[in-house]
Structure formats: structure tokens, C-alpha cells
């Protein structure tokens, strides 16, 4: 069985390798296989697969597509392809709205590997400024805000990104990162940047402040521990040691993705990390707060 959920939150796909078929979250993982995509699982949809062939069923409480907007700035791998939306394209136009709506002066663009480079690429597109490879990532460390521990995560950022001094010293820097969670990243980059010799580090980042926890499926931190929901966006830029910080605006991203900007009515895409406004009750915050959220758990565990 593959089970997309009602909302249509996250993604599903389903490909076809020679005679088998074969079911995964993004396109980017039939790619790897050699596999090619059929298409996608509509939100509450139950595809079963036996013996005897494939058979499609629809809950019947499907409620209106609510795709995680999260998905396309973060989450997803540039390569992979949804509702006939190529990621990279969306990062893409994400970072030359974010330029439209917080333009900056300044001799380069760097883009925060990995997700952040496409936004990058479009921040300077529309900026008419060169783009450098200024910071390099480490293929060997994952993804650092999901670690359990402060100091993990610390360690994590060292190891994952280095700078390349000769694309940088000297030089007014514009960094484009694709998200500010706890803002331990933030702050390691903008001193990573300073002791490679930048004369300015302006930091741009391609979604809005998260100022929510997620409750489907992806482990965000406790409300607490988000960097923009407990400090001014001057308390921010201080705390990471920019000169300046712009975050793009929920609009804006609407805006990237071919809308002219958030039904509020009826809002295209779920976008609770920004906004509060979760699609579905959540019954696990009726009892004692978020104790059923996975940080929650690793931190009294």
C-alpha cells in the first residue's frame, strides 16, 4: 500500500523500473535508480499493489490540497520535480523576489550550500551581481538542526562548511541561506565570513522567520527554540553578527510560485511554520504542550 495524506502535505511519487513498481517521497530517488516517473499520488489517495495488479481508492474526507510550502525551500532535494514544479526553479525565483523585496549593495553573493545556492543563484540574477563559490560544504555531514544537542549542532556546523578566503576577503558579502531554525548555522557562517577577511556580511534568507514548530512529520524544534519566534529581527541581525538581515516575506513566496500572494481565505499551499495556521487540529497540544514532538522526547529522554 501507498497512502498519501488527505491534505496532501507531503509529497509522493510513483515510477516504474522495467516491470516493477515502486513508490518514494521525491523523484529525485527514481533519477538515482534509473527508474522514471509515472506520476504523483493525489492527496488521499491509497494506491495497493499484490498479485494481481494495482488499485486506486480515495478517502473520503480528502480535504483540498494543503502542499507544505516548506518542501519546496527546504526540504526537497533541487533536482526532484512536483506538482510539475522543478525545485530548483522555485528556489530560483524565490531568490530574485527576495531580491525585489530586500535588495542589498554589495561586491558578491554567496549562496549557503546546498539549498541555498539555487535562491542564490536568483538573488543574484536579479541583483546584476557575480555569484562566487565563497563557502564550501563537507559531503560527509547532514543536516545540523535536527541534532539532539547545542553543542553537536556547534560541532556540526565546523565540520559541514568551510570558507574560501580568496572569494571573500576584502569584499561586502551577501549570504543567502535558506532558513533560520535556531540560528546556530547563522551565527557560525557570519563569523566564519568575518575571519576570512569580508568587509561586510549582509545576510538574505529565501522563507519567512519561522516562528512555529511543525507537526507533520518533520522535527522541528519546541516553539522556545525558534531563533525568530522569541527575538526582533534587530535582535536577530544582532545575535548572528550581520550587518544587516531580510527575510523574505510569505507574500513574496507566493508570489515565486506563480500566485500574486497568500489567499488568506484560502491559502494555496500550508505554510504553518510561518504563519500559525495549521490545516489540520492538532490533538497532541491539547494535553500537556508538544509532548509528542520528537525534540520533545530527545530532550527529557
Known amino acids: 500500500y501507498a497512502v498519501r495524506d488527505p491534505n496532501g502535505m507531503?509529497?509522493?511519487?510513483?515510477?516504474?523500473?522495467?516491470?516493477?513498481?515502486?513508490?518514494?517521497?521525491?523523484?529525485?530517488?527514481?533519477?538515482?535508480?534509473?527508474?522514471?516517473?509515472v506520476r504523483d499520488i493525489e492527496p488521499g489517495e491509497i494506491v495497493r499493489l499484490n498479485g494481481q495488479g494495482l488499485s486506486v481508492k480515495t478517502l473520503e474526507n480528502t480535504e483540498p490540497e494543503r502542499f507544505c510550502v516548506f518542501e519546496y525551500l527546504y526540504f526537497m532535494r533541487a533536482s526532484t520535480v512536483f506538482n510539475s514544479r522543478a525545485v530548483a526553479d522555485v528556489r530560483a525565483r524565490v531568490g530574485q523576489e527576495l531580491a525585489r523585496e530586500a535588495p542589498c549593495r554589495a561586491d558578491v553573493v554567496l549562496g549557503v550550500p546546498e539549498s541555498g545556492i539555487a535562491a542564490a543563484e536568483g538573488f543574484a540574477m536579479a541583483s546584476n551581481l557575480?555569484?562566487?563559490a565563497g563557502l564550501m560544504r563537507s559531503p560527509y555531514v547532514g543536516r545540523t538542526f535536527i541534532e539532539p544537542e547545542q553543542r553537536i549542532r556547534q560541532l556540526g556546523v565546523k565540520l559541514k562548511h568551510s570558507a574560501n578566503d580568496l572569494q571573500v576577503k576584502g569584499r561586502r558579502i551577501v549570504l543567502i541561506?535558506?532558513?533560520?531554525?535556531?540560528?546556530?548555522?547563522s551565527v557560525k557562517i557570519?563569523?566564519?565570513?568575518?575571519?576570512?577577511?569580508?568587509?561586510?556580511?549582509?545576510?538574505?534568507?529565501?522563507?519567512?522567520?519561522?516562528?512555529?514548530p511543525d507537526f507533520y512529520g518533520i522535527d522541528t524544534p519546541n516553539q522556545d527554540k525558534l531563533l525568530a519566534a522569541n527575538r526582533s529581527l534587530e535582535e536577530m541581525r544582532n545575535f548572528m553578527g550581520a550587518d544587516s538581515l531580510a527575510f523574505i516575506?510569505?507574500?513574496?513566496?507566493?508570489?515565486?510560485?506563480?500566485?500574486?500572494?497568500r489567499d488568506d481565505d484560502n491559502p494555496q499551499f500550508t505554510d504553518h511554520c510561518f504563519t500559525g495556521e495549521y490545516p489540520t487540529r492538532l490533538r497532541d497540544r491539547e494535553g500537556p504542550p508538544q509532548q509528542k514532538q520528537l525534540s520533545f522526547l530527545a530532550e527529557v529522554g
Do not use: N
Open 249 to 261: 516575506s510569505v507574500d513574496g513566496i507566493y508570489r515565486a510560485m506563480g500566485f500574486e500572494g
Open 190 to 212: 557570519v563569523q566564519m565570513m568575518r575571519e576570512a577577511g569580508a568587509k561586510e556580511v549582509h545576510m538574505r534568507i529565501s522563507s519567512p522567520p519561522i516562528t512555529h
Open 130 to 132: 557575480p555569484m562566487r
Open 177 to 185: 541561506d535558506d532558513s533560520v531554525v535556531r540560528g546556530t548555522t
Open 10 to 37: 507531503r509529497p509522493l511519487v510513483m515510477g516504474k523500473l522495467g516491470t516493477a513498481t515502486m513508490f518514494a517521497s521525491e523523484t529525485c530517488a527514481f533519477d538515482t535508480l534509473g527508474a522514471r516517473w
